[in-house]
């Protein structure tokens, strides 16, 4: 049974860089046919699908927020990471990071998440 843990500060100042990782344990985020994701959701709203990172390497973002996002990966810790730039108060939401079977096309079906993390934008 895969498990999926994020962490990171619960509270970042408007401008900077928010940065989360996800660990995983009960399975190796190097295996081809998955994609492991980070997903968010604000006070109010839908969840928003960020990007993921496949088995292999490959990254993709969501269009939305491409051009503040970057995913990375440390396989030796079995960890991948999400960052995202320049952040405001709309940033403030619950991070998610989930693992899935297919690259994420409108729905959530099958994920395997984590516990989800408070992240709020403040001065």
């Known amino acids: 049974q895969v498990q999926l843990q994020e962490s990171g500060p619960g509270l970042v100042k408007p401008s900077q860089t928010l940065s989360l990782t996800c660990t995983v344990s009960?399975?190796?985020?190097?295996?081809?046919?998955?994609?492991w994701n980070w997903i968010r959701q604000s006070p109010g709203k839908g969840l928003e699908w960020m990007g993921a990172?496949?088995?292999?390497?490959?990254?993709y973002y969501g269009p939305s927020l491409k051009s503040r996002t970057s995913i990375s990966r440390d396989t030796a810790k079995n960890q991948f990471t999400l960052q995202l730039s320049s952040v405001t108060p709309e940033d403030t939401a619950v991070y998610y990071c989930a693992r899935s079977e297919v690259l994420y096309y409108g729905n959530y079906d099958g994920y395997d998440w984590g516990q989800g993390t408070q992240v709020t934008v403040s001065s």
């Open positions: 009960g399975g190796s985020i190097t295996t081809e046919s998955h994609y």
């Open positions: 990172i496949t088995g292999t390497g490959s990254i």
